[in-house]
């Protein structure tokens, strides 16, 4: 049986993603800005970095949350994958 679409693929979805804002301060009309949102605060990450399952957060909210779960991916359903800070990728 197939999985379901969201088991798959990255996890950046609109779900952790703001509505796009154009910036009109540079008079250029074609400028979207798309802000990217923390998948565990909900908030703009400061330190942005990227899960190799794709989600964004805050560096700083996700090393706490793997040091309070043993390093444990907090993405990861079946709650077996181990993440380590240099999994990660900056932004």
């Known amino acids: 049986h197939p999985l379901p679409p969201t ?3 990255p996890a950046v979805t609109n779900a952790n993603m703001a509505p796009p804002t154009t910036d009109n ?3 250029n009309n074609n400028n979207t800005t798309i802000p990217l949102l923390c998948s565990i605060s909900g908030t703009t990450p400061i330190d942005p970095v990227v899960t190799p399952s794709g989600h964004i957060c ?3 909210l996700l090393l706490t949350k793997l040091t309070d779960t043993n390093n444990i991916d907090p993405f990861d359903p079946s709650k077996s994958r181990t993440l380590d800070e240099s999994d990660l990728i900056s932004l």
Do not use: L, M
């Open 7 to 9: 088991s798959f693929g």
């Open 25 to 27: 301060d540079n008079n």
């Open 58 to 60: 805050s560096r700083s």
